[in-house]
């Protein structure tokens, strides 16, 4: 169901105000908002063509060597079905499992994110 609706409503544009309440609301999620940068940095772009997503377990893995928490997959699902309601991210089906990476809308987002200093420009440069 929701390859059927992000086909159909692919180029459908976020007006300002529903770009301001995603926004608010991944900001509100410490999880979501470190996923975020995740699939942002596991994304392929022109710049980086040689990456493929990022699966769940490498999500759970890296964030809980990186910041040393008890990151469940709970919490992890939770985050991820955030960024999957307004079609911020997707899946493809590759041999270790679903591999997440961003939309369009996804990109406009993080853009905007990095615009107002809420998103670094790499969560892998931090440290």
Same mark, same amino acid.
């Given at each position: 169901?929701?390859? /059927?609706?992000r086909e159909k409503y692919e180029s459908v544009k976020y007006s300002d105000v529903q770009m301001q309440l995603i926004i608010d609301i991944v900001k509100e999620s410490k999880d979501a908002l470190k996923i975020?940068?995740? /699939?942002?940095?596991?994304?392929?772009t022109k710049n980086n063509p040689n990456v493929n997503g990022i699966t769940k377990g490498d999500i759970i893995s890296y964030l809980r060597k990186e910041y040393k928490e008890d990151f469940s997959k709970h919490?992890?699902?939770n985050a991820i079905n955030l960024l999957n309601g307004p079609g911020l991210i997707y899946f493809k089906e590759n041999l270790r499992g679903k591999a997440y990476q961003l939309t /369009?809308?996804?990109?406009?987002?993080?853009?905007?994110?990095r615009k107002m200093g809420i998103l670094g420009r790499s969560i892998k440069d931090e440290n």
């Open positions: 169901m929701n390859y /059927i609706l975020l940068e995740l /699939i942002t940095d596991s994304t392929k919490a992890c699902n /369009i809308r996804g990109a406009e987002l993080v853009i905007k994110m």
